[in-house]
């Protein structure tokens, strides 16, 4: 790093703490210090050619956490490492792979990673390692890019097999009989990065796990397992709960730091009285302006896709003088994987200065350390927080984090309390294998893998009834020692671990009518809300208007246009309780736990001007219902004396609105895997209800912690609203409100009859 | 009500349990599946053993046996004139082990999960054939039902129609899922039909399903055929219901099979037998280009020979073109020349370019024909662009390259004839 770049982050700290538009903005400002690596000999049993192979990369010691790891290996058992980004954190896994495989060269291991491109990015560096120790050892990625010539190879002959738990789910195990020699040799099974297994893609991929364990015990192999996870609360649980194995923590890390400045910027007040701030995504705009211009190679993270392109549209215009100008690129999914690796590689390389990306870049994908990295407002949660402020921090070089808060209250909190993220208490990662429909899933792929036999549990599932069920369904045959699978279905095609069994919609470009082309494709829950016909669609920084979205074919066909607004859609939720499981009385109401249907349906759309963000327009959204069968808390209470529908149907959107900002901080999930629904007068019951609900198929065990937390959330989120400066509510309280309903009270009003003292019955 | 909602009633019914000792399985009492009864009314026989059961079916077929147009009899001298004349060709049945003919029924086409629920034998007995079809009596019995086969007793020559990708690689895998229960499966020679027939009617033939094969070449149409796809559900019936009827339509189906494959097999032999002028000129090139792959230049040569002098012009220019590659191996340039010149008249697509590319060659560097090896040249490279609209093809850059050099050549001999002519 020359001396130039290194100084400019500096100067431009010193500039900021005296430039009076700047420096008021800045809530808080936070330094970590370098930190020294602690090292560890290497390990006497280590093999000679893996010693060559690092003391030939300069290394002849290791890292404290990697010793740990190798020992854990050695002594049997199954681990897993907590380590940020760029600490050495795949030698952990690669010293005691190589170890057994060099000791016993018919040793085998699974790799899995998140994704596909993470493990293709993960074999050039595995192979660099295997080359230096010049020994023979076989390493592949195993994935739906593997040529049908070599896949007969790698079953049989691939000492490591790096692959995704997709692949895993329906390429490898149900076709268990041709990767004999994998299975019976089995000796480690690495999961990179589990804290990405979370919810509801987690769980399928606990059952993944599971099926994979069952497949080795056939086989007569019992692997170890290392896993490792980003800064979770919960790293041993996780991994404990996805792997069914008992693991050991290593928590220690080794690996040096620079110096790193953490700044809190709130954007500056814009309307006082309603205590409106300029969009941080305007504030987020000038500042990575400002490190562009300074040379500052920087990483700018933003919340939506929409964002995204938003970002990467403002920011070009600053080098759109110049002739087919890359420097500036956006990043995210629904970009097509060739396009991605270009991008990945200008960053390694430095000729990209700025990427403007979703969480898309938290994993680790490689590319290269950063000097900068700003937040367009909170991610959620705090690990993805702590990854995303990772991506910023070379070695040997000063690294600067800037945290821009938006304007709802999860932001505004934070700006606030520094010490929330910077406490180092990041939250859990939950993942629910409970699951009925998953679970049933998986029951089926198993099944078909191998019979169950009316002994048998799976995992640490009875399972028996479930087995009878699916007889009564006719997938199963119960013959006297075993049941078998009765079907001509492939059970492992129809269920996808990535979202509930939906299929995404295609983003065709048909502005050359000749030329009509993919450019990308979304989940449907997304494309509900962002490919609607008029719906303006942002594509690397292009806006295109979407024409027709053909929803029986999945398809949405887009026009580039050129227009000076974006669209917003809002959707419509009905509610239909099916169960009800647990329940507990209050002075007040009843608190209750069950299943529900939730019909999600988007209504209308505005079309919003950019820079001044005003309301310029609006259109129907025809579009048919998505079903979605779920779990959910809901707490009903009588109707408060005095009070109309009218007044108190406001009251519970401003409380909804406030519980539903505050959940996430209270039970550590994502703001969108939980939803908050008032209804004045419930289908279920007709009483004034409050719904929560998690967002996915068959729930993941949110709701029912709130279930639990119901007591103690009322009165701090209670606190919250009181506490905020706005006068009549605002986005980071209750959401903004007009004035003259004076709300505000209102609401604080029912947050109080809400919270009398209740007793479990 | 919905499959979701029947599940969220059912919650309640799993149970967790802490990981404990597995439960040793108590020996089960074996029972037998309550259609045996019905299913020995319908023609099989009911096998039980000490440790299972399966059902089966022989038929024979005496030598005399006629399939489509194809008599069984043949069988025999088909056998014997590969075994003699070409030992070591795809299609020859080595002495050394016993063969038979092949062919599985499925309960689905890919995965761990799917089973083979009938086994097609074919076996050459004393006067005749014999049949054995083997059926799983219910999805529990695969242990006795793969051991009633013999793949595990000895190596056999195993003949298939797509056995290669699938039959073979099933029994496999059914061997594998009840491996603790059954001794190791031999590892057998294979030859795949399928491979064979695409060999023999490449170009002839628009879809190689046995099916096509036996109406356009074996005379045979069937009647009251199941179609394979069905095989599963009806099993799966055959076993729910106890009803044959179904089941038995589908051994009938196997059974028309495994004999489409002893006079496919026999009618290839034949092909590769008798130049006899029966088949189209495609067909014997194909034959040709066989044997030319399979490194028998020498009877490669006598098919392509026979093709040149059987067909009409049309119909023999890649022939053409071979002969004269064979030619120019054999260093008979002149010969060589003519059959390119020959095949030139009416070739077309990748072959024409290497025609052009064969005759530049011969006219550049053993005619010493400059201008006719420029012309050879020109023409190949406005017929590939015609053909390949890539620019950057290396084709392309090899073509010009040849261009230039063969006009440098031409520009020295010319300045060479011109200096002897001052010389004189």
Redesign the interface.
């Known amino acids: 790093m020359n001396m130039l770049e290194k100084q400019s982050i500096h100067q431009l700290l010193d500039a900021w703490k005296v430039d009076e538009n700047r420096f008021p903005q800045i809530e808080h400002i936070h330094t970590t210090e370098e930190k020294e690596a602690i090292y560890a000999p290497f390990p006497e049993t280590m093999h000679s050619s893996i010693q060559k192979a690092l003391k030939s990369r300069g290394v002849n010691q290791l890292y404290i956490h990697q010793r740990l790891a190798f020992d854990s290996a050695s002594s049997g058992k199954s681990y897993t490492t907590i380590t940020p980004t760029a600490s050495g954190k795949s030698l952990c896994y690669h010293l005691p792979v190589l170890q057994s495989i060099m000791e016993d060269p018919t040793s085998r291991a699974i790799y899995l990673f998140p994704t596909k491109a993470l493990a293709q990015d993960q074999k050039s560096d595995l192979n660099n390692l295997i080359e230096a120790t010049g020994e023979e050892i076989l390493s592949y990625t195993y994935d739906g890019d593997t040529a049908p010539g070599i896949r007969q190879k790698i079953r049989k002959s691939g000492h490591i097999v790096l692959t995704n738990p997709d692949m895993l789910h329906s390429g490898i195990l149900p076709h268990h009989t041709k990767w004999v020699t994998l299975f019976e040799n089995l000796k480690y099974i690495v999961i990179d990065e589990i804290h990405t297994y979370k919810g509801v893609f987690g769980s399928h991929v606990a059952h993944v796990i599971r099926r994979l364990k069952r497949i080795c015990a056939y086989y007569g192999s019992n692997p170890q397992f290392i896993c490792t996870s980003a800064t979770i609360k919960n790293p041993k649980e996780l991994a404990e709960n996805l792997t069914n194995t008992p693991h050991e923590l290593i928590n220690q890390n080794g690996a040096p730091a620079g110096r790193k400045h953490f700044i809190f910027y709130n954007p500056p007040i814009v309307h006082p009285v309603f205590n409106v701030r300029r969009s941080a995504v305007l504030e987020v705009r000038d500042l990575a302006q400002e490190l562009y211009v300074n040379g500052i190679q920087t990483i700018v993270f933003a919340k939506s896709r929409v964002r995204v392109e938003m970002l990467v549209t403002y920011l070009q215009s600053l080098v759109s003088k110049k002739i087919n100008d890359q420097t500036i690129r956006g990043y995210r999914g629904g970009y097509l994987p060739s396009e991605r690796r270009t991008i990945e590689k200008g960053l390694r390389e430095g000729v990209i200065r700025t990427v403007v990306s979703t969480n898309a870049l938290e994993l680790g994908v490689d590319i290269g350390q950063l000097q900068a990295c700003i937040m367009t407002g909170y991610p959620g949660n705090i690990a993805s927080a702590w990854q995303q402020a990772g991506r910023a921090g070379r070695r040997q070089d000063e690294a600067l984090i800037i945290y821009v808060a938006g304007s709802t209250a999860l932001d505004q909190y934070v700006v606030k309390h520094p010490e929330y993220f910077l406490g180092q208490s990041p939250e859990e990662v939950r993942i629910h294998p409970d699951n009925m429909i998953i679970l049933m899933d998986h029951l089926k792929c198993a099944s078909f893998e191998l019979p169950f036999s009316p002994a048998d549990m799976y995992a640490e599932f009875s399972i028996q009834e479930l087995l009878a069920f699916l007889e009564s369904e006719g997938v199963l045959l119960k013959t006297s020692e075993k049941w078998h699978w009765m079907s001509d279905s492939f059970p492992a095609s129809n269920i996808s671990l990535r979202s509930a069994s939906q299929e995404n919609v295609i983003i065709i470009d048909q502005s050359i009518p000749t030329k009509t082309r993919v450019i990308g494709e979304m989940d449907q829950y997304s494309a509900m809300t962002l490919l609607h016909e008029e719906a303006i669609y942002l594509h690397q920084g292009t806006q295109f208007q979407v024409e027709i979205l053909d929803w029986e074919e999945k398809k949405a066909f887009v026009r580039e246009v050129d227009v000076d607004y974006f669209t917003d859609a809002n959707i419509a939720i009905e509610l239909k309780v099916l169960s009800e499981d647990r329940a507990k009385e209050a002075d007040i109401g009843i608190l209750r736990f069950g299943d529900i249907i939730v019909l999600a349906q988007p209504t209308i759309f505005k079309k919003i001007k950019f820079d001044t963000h005003d309301n310029i327009g609006s259109g129907q959204i025809h579009l048919p219902p998505i079903e979605l069968h779920t779990s959910s808390t809901w707490f009903s209470f009588d109707k408060p004396d005095g009070w109309k529908d009218t007044l108190l149907s406001d009251a519970m959107t401003g409380v909804s609105y406030a519980l539903h900002a505050f959940i996430p901080l209270f039970i550590h999930c994502d703001a969108k895997d939980i939803h908050v629904v008032p209804q004045v007068k419930s289908i279920h019951g007709e009483k004034p209800t409050f719904y929560m609900y998690d967002s996915y198929p068959g729930g993941i065990g949110l709701s029912e912690r709130m279930f639990d937390l119901w007591n103690e959330l009322v009165p701090k989120v209670t606190v919250q609203v009181e506490s905020c400066s706005c006068m009549h509510g605002c986005p980071a309280c209750i959401g903004a409100q007009d004035a003259e309903l004076n709300l505000k009270e209102e609401v604080i009003k029912l947050l109080h009859l809400l919270q009398v003292d209740r007793h479990v019955v | 009500m919905s ?9 309640n ?7 404990e000792e597995v ?1 040793k ?2 020996e ?4 037998l599946p309550f259609y045996v009864e019905p299913w020995k009314n319908a023609g099989l026989k009911f096998i039980q053993e000490e440790k299972g059961f399966y059902f089966v079916k022989e038929t024979f077929y005496p030598l005399g046996h006629i399939h489509g147009n194809i008599g069984l009899n043949k069988l025999q001298q088909a056998i014997k004139f590969m075994q003699e004349v070409y030992p070591t060709h795809p299609l020859t049945i080595t002495k050394e082990s016993p063969f038979c003919f092949y062919d599985t029924e499925t ?7 799917v ?1 083979i629920f009938l086994n097609g034998v074919l076996k050459e007995v004393e006067d005749g054939f014999l049949l054995t079809q083997f059926v799983l009596a ?4 695969e242990v006795s039902f793969l051991k009633a086969t013999d793949f595990w007793v000895n190596e056999q020559t195993i003949i298939t129609y797509n056995g290669k990708s699938f039959d073979l ?1 099933q029994l ?2 059914r061997w ?2 009840n491996r603790n229960d059954l001794p190791r499966l031999k590892h057998h020679h294979q030859i795949d039909l399928m491979h064979s027939s695409k060999r023999i009617w490449k170009g002839e033939l628009e879809r190689f399903k046995l099916k096509q094969i036996e109406e356009m070449k074996l005379g045979f149409k069937r009647e009251n055929d199941i179609p394979g796809h069905l095989a ?2 009806i099993y ?1 019936d055959a ?2 219901s106890g009803n044959p009827i179904n089941l038995m339509k589908v051994l009938k189906h196997n059974e028309w099979d495994i004999l489409s494959l002893v006079t496919l097999y026999i009618l290839s032999v034949e092909l590769l037998q008798e130049k006899d002028v029966v088949e189209t000129a495609t067909t014997y090139t194909n034959i040709a280009k066989w044997f030319r792959d399979l490194k028998t230049m020498n009877t490669s040569m006598d098919w392509f020979t026979f093709v040149v002098n059987n067909f009409s012009a049309e119909e023999t220019s890649i022939a053409y073109y071979f002969v004269g590659l064979h030619l120019k191996r054999a260093r008979s340039y002149e010969d060589s020349l003519k059959a390119f010149e020959q095949a030139l008249k009416e070739i077309s697509g990748k072959y024409r370019i290497e025609v052009y590319i064969e005759l530049a060659k011969l006219f550049e560097h053993q005619v010493k024909d400059f201008p006719k090896a420029l012309e050879m040249t020109q023409q190949c490279i406005e017929y590939e662009a015609k053909l390949n609209k890539d620019v950057q093809s290396r084709l392309k850059k090899e073509l010009t390259k040849r261009e230039m050099r063969i006009i440098r050549k031409l520009n020295i001999s010319r300045e060479s004839a011109e200096h002897n002519k001052k010389r004189i």
């Not at chain 2, 019914?13 to 990981?19: D, E, G, H, N, Y």
């Not at chain 2, 089960?28 to 029972?31: F, G, H, I, T, V």
């Not at chain 2, 219910?138 to 019995?141: E, S, T, V, Y």
């Open positions: 499959y979701e909602k029947k599940l969220m009633q059912m919650k019914l799993v149970k967790k349990k802490p990981i439960v399985k108590e089960s009492e074996m029972a309960t689905g086409l890919k995965g761990a999960g089973l219910d999805p529990g019995q690689p496999l895998s594998t899922m599963p559900i799966f076993v729910k």
